[in-house]
C-alpha cells in the first residue's frame, strides 16, 4: 500500500468517525426535553418542591418524543409498537393516582408498570437480543429471592402481587442483558429504582429521605438509556439475534421441519 493511499484511507475512516459522532449528537436533542425536565423532577423532590407533582407527569410524553421523531426510520415496526406501549404503561403506573383517583393507587401502579416490564421483554427477546443470557444473571434471580425474603413479610394482602412483579422486574432486567450494552445498564437502573422504592413503601422507617429522589433518579436514567439504546438500535438496524443464536435458532427450525 503507498502512503497516499494509506493517507486516504486514514483519512476516510476519520471523517466517518466524524460523521458517527455527529449523527449521534442529533439523536441526543430529542431526548433534551426529558434530561431537563428529569432533572427539575428530581431536584424538586430533593427540596420537596410543588414542581415534583407536574414533573413526573411531563417525564413519560417527554420521553416518547424521541420515538414519535423517529418513528418513520424505525424496523421492524412491531418493535417500535412495543416501544410505544411500554412508555404508555410506565406513564400510566408513574400516574395511576392521578389518572384513576377512585381507585387503590398501589395495586393499580404495580399492574400497569408489570404490563410496561412485559412490552419491555417481548421487545428484547424478539427485537433487541445480540447475545445469549449471560451467567450473571443469575444474581437476578437472587435479587427476587432476597426481596422475597426481606420484604415479604411486610407486604400483607399484597404479597402475590408484589412477588409477580418482581419476577417481570428481574424479567425485564436479566433480558436486557442480551441486548446492547446500553440497554442492559438502562434494565439494571430500573431494578435499582423498584428496589429502593420497594422499601420505601414497605420499610418507611428503614429509608432516609435521600432515597425518594434516588428512586426517580436511578427510574429516569433507566428508563433513558432503555430508549435510546433500542431507538439507536432499530434506526441502524443493529436489532436482530446475535450469530450464535442465528445458528441455534437455524437449528431448530431445521428440526422442527423434520418432524
Known sequence: MTADAAASRASSRSYDGGMQSRTRLR???????????ALVHVIALATRSPLAVPTKALLM???AIPVVLAWKTLA????????????LFSWLGDEAGLFFPFVPELPLMLG???LAHVAYILLFLRHLRVRRLPLWTVVYVLWWLLMIAVLGPHTGSLFAAVAAYGIVLAGTAATSARCRTMIAWGGVFFLSS???LAFRLFLPGAMPGWTSPAVM????????LIVAGALLALRRGENGPAPADARADAVERGTESLA
Open 76 to 87: 421492524p415496526r412491531g418493535a417500535a409498537v412495543l416501544l410505544a406501549i411500554a412508555l
Open 217 to 224: 433518579a436511578t427510574y429516569t436514567i433507566g428508563q433513558g
Open 112 to 114: 400497569f408498570f408489570a
Open 27 to 37: 439523536a441526543l436533542w430529542p431526548f433534551a426535553p426529558y434530561i431537563v425536565v
Open 194 to 196: 423498584d428496589s429502593i
Open 61 to 63: 410524553p417527554l420521553l
